[in-house]
């Protein structure tokens, strides 16, 4: 297991389409826990492989809460894989979190999102699931589904917010590459 390096906007990677992962292979095994670590590490809720330069449908989920007050103990880790994971279905009702994102560091903003989703996917063994979905889960699947479709959460925010934000970040990583 190894902590990747995050790949953060303004890089082109992040807008890839990842392609599908035909077979659960040991490398995809190791994949997985690679982001685990990563995720946790950052920390983050979610995570899409193309995020560590890995342009696979992959995506790792763990929505244990784990920063917590002095005294409570974090809740147990509840780490959930998704290979291959599609939206099958949308609800009408639609709600608002706020967003952010590890490529995207310490930026947030609230986005639309349906309320509830169904997701089907392959598992670690190489088994075909479904998943209904709500609340925190179902903005994360598709935040993470997202990432895997070259899209970024930035993208359904007005247009002067988005262009902001992205030039921020080209900035920031001009000055980093002229250190």
């Not at 990842?18 to 997985?32: C, G, M, Q, R, Y």
């Amino acid at each position: 297991m190894a902590i990747r390096p995050l790949v953060i906007l303004p890089d082109a990677q992040l807008r890839l389409v990842s392609k599908p992962v035909e077979v659960v292979t040991p490398e995809i095994k190791a994949l997985v826990e690679d982001m685990f670590e990563t995720m946790y590490d950052a920390p983050g809720i979610g995570l899409a492989a193309i995020q560590i330069g890995e342009p696979v449908r992959v995506v790792t989920i763990d929505l244990a809460k784990r920063d917590v007050k002095e005294g409570e103990e974090p809740e147990p880790r509840r780490p959930q894989v998704f290979i291959n994971p599609e939206v099958t279905w949308t609800s009408e009702e639609h709600s608002v979190y706020e967003e952010g994102c590890l490529s995207i560091p310490e930026y947030y903003e609230e986005v639309e999102r349906p309320a509830q989703v169904k997701v089907r996917y392959m598992d670690l063994d190489g088994k075909t699931q479904e998943i209904e979905a709500d609340g925190l889960l179902a903005t994360c699947l598709q935040h993470e589904i997202d990432h895997l479709n070259g899209v970024l959460f930035i993208d359904y925010l007005s247009r002067l917010k988005r262009e902001r934000v992205t030039k921020k970040f080209a900035k920031a990583a001009k000055r980093e590459r002229a250190a």
